[in-house]
């Protein structure tokens, strides 16, 4: 029996609800299945919050959302 493995891949949308809008999604390497994906988005969204630092983004009232597509929806 063959068994397709399916690739999820991971956009973060950084956006700004002071400005009502959201950069262009980062993409990243595709992970082998949607729980890999998911738990990669929610490091990369600490590691990215971390990094903009909590006056930017209480300044600019950041916040990222995102997205795991499956292969075939890509």
């Given at each position: 029996r063959k068994i397709e493995l399916m690739s999820y891949l991971l956009l973060l949308h950084i956006?700004?609800?002071?400005?009502?809008s959201c950069a262009?999604?980062?993409v990243f390497p595709?992970?082998?299945?949607?729980?890999n994906c998911t738990r990669s988005a929610y490091i990369h969204s600490i590691n990215l919050l971390k990094e903009l630092g909590e006056e930017e983004v209480n300044k600019h009232k950041i916040f990222i959302?995102?997205?795991c597509q499956s292969g075939n929806e890509v």
């Open positions: 956006c700004s609800a002071t400005l009502m262009e999604p980062v595709p992970e082998n299945n949607h729980y959302a995102f997205t």
